[in-house]
């Protein structure tokens, strides 16, 4: 998939999806807010029609038409002032509520995708990235989208006012046809440079945090690196911003041509009337108010039509986009995982290049990890380890070849049952911010106020000391920008993340991909062991382990052996080493490094 405009849903396909999403969320709210919009453009538009009676009945001397003039002039400032009170007040509760609405819409959305493809490969984060910056204000399309309904109903009743003088007046809503074409074809233009800009605009952002926040700001100053990160930044910034700065000149040199059009049919039209037609002070008058008011309701029209392609319409296609992504990505999958693992999970010729690239991390691997085993994964980095780890959670399907649970493919099986049994930690684990029973929580969320489960947990990852050094234990807020929230180091967040790994009591596989990687070497081993002798049970659980520490492996039933995408050993420790292969020499260089 590209990021290109192109393959964006059509847009206006993606609007009435999205009005019926905020009428599925709010419809009376909905409803008023458009109803109040709509109405408020009729009092206003007959404000031309009151001035010609106004006129008309000066030069007449008609006191009924003056009285009816001016009750029309009272009528219609009133009612605009009361409409737009009220419907202010009215849009501004459907634009908040319709706002938290749509957010929760998208987070859900992202979360569902089974795959973590979309938020990895860069194509995919840029259209995200845009889409992230418009879903905040994203309820702005429907306000945009009632205000160009009024703002036509406006343009109509001016038009038919200037028609009842003499038809030729229509000609002045042909010549504004011109500022509606470039002001529905601008922003598509601006919109296509922008997404092309988006990585640039991206990298800026990255070092612009990178330099003003508080995680690097350590190195940052050591290293002394913040003079060095500004002008990077400016100057991903000026790539970024330079195209689309030309590319807006160039689209407002036409827009200025096309309203230059307009403003000199509005003066033909004002002197047609007042000279050839001599149709009289009233009608002139109403063409001086109808033509004025026909030129700022076209450049309201105009400018709404520009907001509603250009932002409101595009972050409407974009949120499609991610609906239509969320769902092609639901596989056809309606059995349940088994209740406990007979024979184990069996990869079968397996493949696998990540998105956009065409190198093999995984080449044509057929391996066993049999029921109730101990498997450990080593390699050097970039052998694929992590990979193997990613297809068996489901966050990949392979290209090729299939994975499976006791015979039964792993990718007819329901995505969140299979995960539902699986538990374990990883080393690029997330900080979860919160009170410390709850970071632990989380790792089992049906449990997450289980206070017993959790203190189990944290005693099945070895996390006991540190909650022991915590203010108030389990009940600390962690994190130190929060109130009260307190500071722990890598380590201590590290087995957190562990003992959040280790809330699910009966999982069939249990992942530990380099969770220990900030510890000393005796440490893991320890807990390592641990692991190995909670390993199997009844329920014939996997326990899969991923180090670059041979001396903690060693303890593991199965050790398969990754280079360069393939699987070269497998077998115990002691058969490994009596083959002296390339296990046997990596651990031999390790052993020797600790000596």
């Not at 969320?25 to 404000?47: H, I, K, M």
């Not at 024979?343 to 991390?361: A, I, K, M, N, Q």
């Not at 392979?398 to 374990?424: C, F, H, Y």
């Amino acid at each position: 998939m590209t990021s290109s405009d192109e393959d964006l849903p059509p847009g206006l396909r993606s609007m009435w999806r999205v009005c019926r999403l905020g009428y599925s969320n709010e419809p009376r709210l909905l409803v008023a807010a458009f109803s109040l919009t709509v109405l408020g453009a009729v009092p206003d538009a007959l404000l031309a029609l009151w001035l010609q009676l106004l006129g008309r009945g000066v030069v007449e001397r008609d006191r009924a038409l003056l009285l009816a003039a001016c009750l029309g002039l009272g009528l219609s400032a009133t009612g605009t002032w009361f409409l737009r009170v009220v419907s202010s007040r009215v849009t501004r509760r459907f634009r908040d509520r319709v706002t938290i609405a749509l957010e929760s819409h998208v987070a859900r959305l992202q979360a569902s995708v089974p795959t973590v493809a979309h938020q990895e490969r860069p194509l995919l984060l840029d259209r995200l990235a845009v889409l992230r910056d418009q879903i905040y204000v994203l309820d702005h399309m429907y306000m945009s989208l009632f205000s160009t309904v009024g703002w036509v109903l406006r343009l109509g009743i001016t038009v038919a006012l200037l028609v009842s003088i003499h038809p030729a007046l229509v000609l002045l809503a042909v010549f504004a046809l011109p500022t509606v074409v470039t002001s529905t074809w601008r922003p598509g233009v601006e919109r296509a440079v922008q997404e092309q800009a988006a990585p640039h605009m991206r990298l800026a952002k990255h070092l612009f945090q990178t330099a003003t926040t508080a995680p690097p700001g350590k190195e940052v100053r050591v290293t002394g690196i913040g003079r060095r990160l500004a002008a990077q930044r400016r100057e991903a910034w000026e790539r970024g911003y330079r195209p689309m700065a030309r590319a807006r000149t160039v689209t407002a040199a036409w827009h200025s041509l096309a309203w230059a059009a307009f403003g000199s049919a509005y003066v033909a039209a004002v002197v047609l009337v007042a000279t050839v037609l001599d149709a009289g002070a009233g009608s002139v008058l109403l063409v001086l108010a109808a033509g004025a008011r026909l030129s700022a309701y076209i450049g309201a029209t105009v400018a709404e039509v520009g907001w509603l392609r250009g932002i409101w319409l595009d972050g409407s296609r974009r949120l499609v986009w991610l609906e239509e992504y969320a769902a092609a990505l639901v596989v056809d999958a309606d059995q349940d995982p088994p209740a406990r693992l007979e024979r184990g999970v069996r990869f079968e010729h397996v493949s696998f290049s990540y998105p956009g690239t065409d190198r093999l991390v995984l080449d044509d691997v057929t391996l066993d990890l049999p029921a109730g085993s101990v498997v450990a994964v080593v390699g050097e980095n970039g052998a694929g380890k992590s990979t193997l780890v990613k297809l068996l959670c489901k966050l990949y399907a392979p290209d090729s070849g299939r994975i499976l649970v006791d015979d039964v493919p792993l990718d007819a099986i329901r995505t969140d049952g299979w995960r539902a049994r699986l538990a374990g930690a990883f080393q690029d684990f997330f900080r979860f911010e919160l009170r410390a029973d709850h970071s632990v929580g989380l790792g089992d969320v049906p449990r997450v106020d289980d206070r017993p489960s959790v203190v189990a947990a944290v005693d099945r990852a070895g996390a006991g000391d540190v909650v022991e050094r915590l203010a108030d234990g389990l009940d600390t807020q962690l994190g130190p920008t929060w109130p009260g929230g307190v500071e722990v180091s890598f380590g201590q967040w590290q087995k957190l993340a562990l003992a959040r790994g280790f809330m699910r009591e009966m999982p069939l596989v249990l992942v530990l991909d380099e969770p220990t990687a900030a510890l000393d070497a005796e440490t893991e081993h320890a807990l390592f062991e641990r692991y190995a002798a909670a390993a199997g049970g009844t329920d014939g659980r996997i326990t899969l382990l991923v180090s670059h520490r041979f001396s903690t492996v060693r303890m593991a039933d199965l050790i398969v052996v990754l280079d360069g995408a393939r699987v070269v050993e497998t077998g115990s420790h002691a058969d490994l080493m009596s083959r002296g292969g390339p296990y046997s020499e990596l651990y031999g260089i390790q052993a020797e490094a600790y000596r």
